[in-house]
């Protein structure tokens, strides 16, 4: 079953602009991944943000961690027609590490981003 | 580095055949952990093999079923084919070292299995 809920479901913007996706979870994290999929492909690691953390940048990608409304946001920067793709967060649970189930990533719908030129 | 390499990329199977998929991770990686993804359900997690062991299983049926060899090298079998698991099927490997807190995962380009 899916942990996560993304918004928007879909996205359209403009070359330049910045989009901004949303990621809820239900149950208690060790960290947060968001992954990028090109049409049907495999997925793409974009970015890990811990539990302790509340931001994270790496180039034109920021994210956001709120573990008190288990809520996550990733933002691109100046958006190119190259980012279109759907994205994705995954989250690993918050058990003992030595269970072997923290590397069970639980996935969101996914939000599919189309960037226009 | 070579990525993680999936084989074959795309097959065509009957209800009631059986299926194996073979995934090939990166150079150095012990973990491989395998999804299946369709529109309908999304991305979900099948089960990882680390050092030739399952150490984490999905809710799948028996039906699926996978193992890893002493290279690291991995297969997924899914017997009794039904329509529903036409899918794109995915795998991930790691590093992942036994008490690793925090991992990312390196995914394959994925085998497009269709049942008819």
């Known amino acids: 079953s899916q942990q996560g809920e993304e918004d928007p479901q879909a996205l359209s913007i403009q070359e330049g602009e910045n989009a901004t996706m949303n990621c809820s979870y239900k149950?208690?994290?060790?960290?947060l991944q968001w992954y990028r999929q090109n049409s049907g492909r495999g997925l793409v690691h974009l970015i890990l943000i811990r539990s302790n953390e509340r931001e994270k940048h790496s180039g034109r990608l920021r994210v956001t961690l709120d573990t008190s409304k288990k809520s996550s946001s990733l933002l691109i920067t100046a958006s190119r027609a190259a980012d279109t793709a759907s994205y994705f967060c995954a989250t690993a649970p918050a058990e003992r590490i030595s269970s072997g189930s923290a590397r069970q990533l639980t996935f969101g719908s996914g939000t599919q981003l189309t960037v226009l030129p | 580095k070579a990525g993680v390499t999936q084989t074959p990329r795309y097959l065509i199977k009957t209800r009631g055949q059986q299926v194996t998929l073979s995934c090939s991770p990166i150079s150095g990686h012990r973990s491989v952990s395998w999804y299946q993804q369709t529109p309908g359900q999304g991305l979900q997690f099948l089960f990882e093999y680390f050092s030739e062991t399952q150490r984490n299983k999905g809710n799948f049926p028996g039906r699926f079923s996978g193992r890893q060899f002493s290279n690291s090298r991995s297969e997924m079998n899914v017997s009794t084919l039904e329509l529903g698991d036409s899918a794109l099927y995915l795998c991930?490997?790691?590093?992942?070292?036994?008490?690793?807190?925090?991992?990312?995962?390196?995914f394959g380009p994925g085998t497009r299995l269709t049942v008819t």
């Open positions: 149950t208690s994290i060790n960290n």
């Open positions: 991930a490997s790691s590093l992942a070292p036994d008490r690793a807190l925090y991992y990312e995962q390196y």
